[in-house]
């Protein structure tokens, strides 16, 4: 099976290389638990180390501040995505009403879930993507009124991405304490793999940790493995033998 590494420093020593090629991976972790660091992270060095073109669909974050805080990571967006290595989809316009500066948006006229699909679909055959993140699919389901409504979109969603055979990652946002993998409880059963950010406080500090609960082909590690968000981005340890 041919891999594809995310560039998430630790992991794919975790996961025999990298993600499945083709497939689908859904990052899920409470609020600042650093899922929207690691789907940039992945994208990034996709474009950067790999030569692989990416598009970044962000629906709760508005891309010049992505833009800003990559910085600080020294990833350099702007001029990844002037040599057409990234593309950024503003989708906060079709959530929020706000006008956009960006040059790639999606309709300002409310998510039509399955006009999304078919621009994020064209997107990618247009700009020949390899990687594409979706942040967060939470978002996408606010303008569905039915669970069962969410379920067809995730559905056709996961469908169409396994068909333009990119290899993608879908985030979810989740409570702190949820015995549940994803908003809807349904997209860790159409994703191939899943893996949890933790984010746990404890006494005047904070711990991060990164669990990987699934990775269809994959003979992956089961540890709760400790995780930094550091000046190069996302940095996973290994467990200690004595720790174990
Ligand atoms: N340059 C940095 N150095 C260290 N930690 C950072 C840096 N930038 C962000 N962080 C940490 O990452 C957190 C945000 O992570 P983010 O990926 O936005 O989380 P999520 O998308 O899960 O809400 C911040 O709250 C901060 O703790
Ligand atoms: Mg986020």
New binding site residues.
Partial sequence: MKRIKTGIHGLDELIEGGFPSGRTVLVS?A????????GIQYIYSGAELYGEPGIYVTLDERPHLIRE?CL??GWDLRKLENENMIRIIDGTVARLGFPTEEEFALPSSGIDIDKLLLEILASIKRFGAKRIVIDSVAALGLSLRSEDDIRRALLKLSYLLGKAGTTSVLISEIETDSKRFSKYGIEEFLADGVIV?HYIGVGGGTTRALQIVKMRGTKHSEYLHPME???RGIVVKQVEESEL
Avoid: V
């Fill in positions: 972790g609020c600042g638990s650093g899922k929207t660091t690691f805080d600080n990571f950010l968000i550091t000046e």
